[in-house]
């Protein structure tokens, strides 16, 4: 029985393992209550993450743009 690491059920759950990495893994969560666990808590994580809505402060973006300016060297026509 192969074992399964944490990046490969990450990878399962993101939808990027191929056709057979797939099976093999569904199959596996089948049959291990472990494994099972993990996926969920890692589903769990993945909620949390996508429900985050965060953005920068308009003081952070001002400094880049100002920085920006200062550093591109301006283009000749």
């Known amino acids: 029985m192969q074992k399964y690491t944490t990046e490969d059920l990450i ?9 057979e990495q797939t099976l093999a893994i569904k199959k596996a969560i089948e049959n291990n209550y472990e494994l099972q666990e993990k996926l969920k808590a890692l589903e769990n994580s993945k909620q ?9 402060r308009e003081q ?18």
């Not at 990878?11 to 056709?19: G, I």
């Not at 949390?48 to 920068?56: A, N, R, V």
Request: avoid cysteine; hydrophobic fraction near 35%; proline fraction near 6%.
């Open 48 to 56: 949390g993450l996508d429900s985050i809505l965060e953005s920068p």
């Open 11 to 19: 990878q399962y759950l993101y939808h990027e393992t191929t056709q």
């Open 60 to 77: 952070s973006i001002l400094a880049i743009l100002n920085y920006a300016k200062k550093t591109t060297p301006v283009a000749e026509s």
